[in-house]
Nanobody
């Protein structure tokens, strides 16, 4: 499975972005899809994941602000980022894991995209 993330950019605090991650190869509908992020000098952290049935899971830090969704027909997972804060600045990575369990550890994901940079200015 190859993953291609896009949609990052520069936005002011309070603004919104939508990240996309397009998958090629493999059986997309059989993968749990996740988003992680890594800020400069910090560890990679879990942001959100979506299961095979579409059930979402979120880190507490983004709950209520970010929304993960998937379109199996388009083989794409999305992350809608609303009410952005400067501390959301990071490179955002999408990842795929064999289902059905929903891992929140990056070590449990099998495939990774290249990352897309989100910068939130204050």
């Amino acid at each position: 499975v190859q993953l291609q993330a896009s949609g990052g950019g520069l936005v002011q605090a309070g603004g919104s972005l939508r990240l996309s991650c397009a998958a090629s190869g493999g059986s997309f509908s059989r993968y749990v899809m996740g988003w992680f992020r890594q800020a400069p000098g910090q560890e990679r952290e879990f942001v959100a994941a979506i299961g095979l049935s579409g059930r979402p899971y979120y880190a507490d830090s983004v709950k209520g602000r970010f929304t993960i969704s998937r379109d199996n027909a388009k083989r794409t997972v999305y992350l809608q980022l609303n009410s952005l804060k400067p501390e959301d600045t990071a490179v955002y990575y999408c990842a795929a894991a064999f289902g059905p369990n929903i891992p929140m550890s990056g070590n449990s994901y099998n495939y990774w995209g290249q990352g897309t940079l989100v910068t939130v200015s204050s």
